[in-house]
């Protein structure tokens, strides 16, 4: 079975502090992982993705298989970046891929 | 540019009254899923079609039923809704062989069931 966790609910930083929210799976195979964001009355939309190992938004996450971690992080964090972030895992082996999503961490970026 | 759109944005029906929600979409995306999102959870998987081919997650409750007319149109019905259905529903869409690259969200119908 596939699970996505991300132990922190909240996560509050201040404005141009670190932040990093913390997503851990269990799959057995190479999973795809991904960030997904939900800002405030917004639809929900993908953020980034570990295939691409692209940064956005100043976000980078690296897969991290020996740990089954794929943490979010940005440097610098900002009031804009505030929002639900989710982490998802979807498994290999198919040209497309379902789902499976962690319960998600409120980012709050104080000025 | 709205590529994925839910209708109605809300909607409220009675304990037991069927209904239906609608998406659709101007991607041309092959695969349509449909999510259940409560209050502080996660959004949970119910079902998805790879172009007319329908798959039910193991745990979706036979309440639950979909169609898909069209490549465009996906619609979830709810066939007799309990006071547990109500949250925020979500449709998907992902172009099958372009894996990694993520799924489109609509904007959710929050259903209500009084």
């Known amino acids: 079975a596939q699970r996505v966790t991300q132990p922190e609910k909240l996560l509050s930083v201040f404005k141009g502090a670190p932040a990093e929210l913390k997503c851990n799976y269990s799959y057995s195979g190479s999973p795809e992982l991904f960030w997904y964001v939900q800002y405030s009355r917004q639809r929900l939309q993908l953020l980034l993705r570990?295939?691409s190992r692209e940064s956005i938004k100043g976000f980078t996450a690296d897969l991290n298989k020996g740990e089954t971690s794929f943490h979010l992080k940005k440097p610098f964090a900002q009031e804009e970046d505030s929002a639900m972030y989710y982490c998802?895992?979807?498994?290999?082996?198919?040209?497309?891929?379902?789902?499976?999503f962690g319960q998600g961490t409120i980012l709050t970026v104080h000025p | 540019d709205a590529m994925v759109i839910q209708n109605p944005r809300y909607q409220v029906t009675q304990f037991g009254k069927p209904v239906t929600l609608s998406c659709s979409q101007t991607?041309?995306?092959?695969?349509m899923y449909w999510y259940q999102q409560k209050s502080s959870q996660a959004p949970k998987l119910l079902f998805h079609?790879?172009?007319?081919?329908?798959?039910n997650e193991a745990d979706t409750p036979d309440n639950f039923q979909s169609r898909r007319p069209n490549t465009s149109f996906c619609f979830l019905d709810i066939r007799s809704p309990g006071l547990g259905d109500a949250a925020m529903y979500l449709c998907a869409t992902e172009s099958a062989g372009t894996s990694g690259r993520g799924q489109f969200f609509g904007p959710g119908t929050r259903l209500t069931v009084l």
């Open positions: 570990h295939i």
């Open positions: 079609y790879y172009d007319k081919d329908f798959n």
């Open positions: 991607l041309n995306h092959n695969v």
């Open positions: 998802a895992l979807s498994g290999r082996g198919t040209s497309y891929g379902k789902l499976t």
